[in-house]
């Protein structure tokens, strides 16, 4: 099935740095979606975007569209123990409602 | 608002026999859900498109006499795994959207572990 490439596969980093994590695809999405999913348990969502360039924050977290429509970022401020977990993005492929997701990104958060 | 729930939470079974998991949304009515598989370690891929009152969507690759979905409610879709196999563990998630919402996102339901043995 089709996925979206997404970076660093995983990172290790002290408590109260920054995370960065990215995806691209080379088609266009009409919506880019991110999640993060605990072991054992379904994704929850973290922000929604819908409109390219659009930046929109969730507390910590702060996600951007692209221009091109192909790529988002996601960025984590001050990371605390709790932000343990992997991060998805997901796409939404144009004039549907189905949901592409990326590989994935494995956090950890050291103490 | 928006939660989806799945039931089992997981659920061990024998080789051959059919397993029946059932995603609803609880507060809300959905007119289209996902399901979703995710080995471990690995991301979620999308099986099908559970549309109400009509047949399912299934992605390329995705047997759709093996995993039959029934969406026959606005609250309620069920995936059956028929004749299962021990290829067939894994981490079945549904999602399902608002559709009354101008916004598109999915919200999924907590999952279900399949083992077969």
């Known amino acids: 099935g089709q996925q979206l490439n997404q970076s660093p596969q995983s990172m290790f980093i002290q408590e109260g740095e920054d995370v960065s994590m990215n995806c691209t695809s080379s088609?266009?999405?009409?919506?880019w979606l991110w999640y993060k999913q605990d072991p054992g348990e379904g994704p929850v969502l973290l922000i929604a975007?819908?409109?390219?360039?659009e930046l929109t924050s969730n507390g910590r977290l702060t996600a951007q569209f692209g221009i091109t429509r192909k790529d988002s970022f996601l960025n984590i401020s001050a990371s605390i123990p709790s932000d343990v977990g992997i991060y998805f993005c997901?796409?939404?492929?144009?004039?549907?409602?189905?949901?592409?997701f990326g590989t994935g990104t494995r956090l950890k958060v050291l103490a | 608002g928006a939660v989806v729930s799945q039931h089992p939470s997981w659920v061990i079974c024998k080789s051959g026999t059919s397993v029946k998991i059932e995603c609803r949304s609880l507060?809300?009515?959905?007119?289209?859900m996902f399901w979703y598989r995710q080995f471990p370690k690995q991301s979620l891929m999308l099986m099908a498109t559970?549309?109400?009152?009509?047949?399912?969507?299934?992605e390329q690759g995705v047997e759709k006499d093996k995993f039959l979905i029934n969406h026959a409610s606005l609250t309620l879709s069920t995936l059956t795994v028929t004749s299962a196999h021990p290829e067939d563990s894994s981490f079945y998630i549904c999602?399902?959207?608002?559709?009354?919402?101008?916004?598109?996102?999915?919200?999924f339901g907590q999952g279900t572990r399949l083992t077969v043995v």
């Open positions: 997901a796409g939404q492929l144009g004039g549907t409602y189905k949901y592409i």
């Open positions: 975007l819908y409109k390219a360039g």
């Open positions: 088609s266009i999405f009409n919506t």
């Open positions: 559970s549309n109400e009152g009509s047949k399912a969507t299934y």
């Open positions: 999602s399902a959207r608002m559709p009354d919402s101008p916004n598109t996102e999915a919200f």
């Open positions: 507060d809300f009515q959905a007119t289209t």
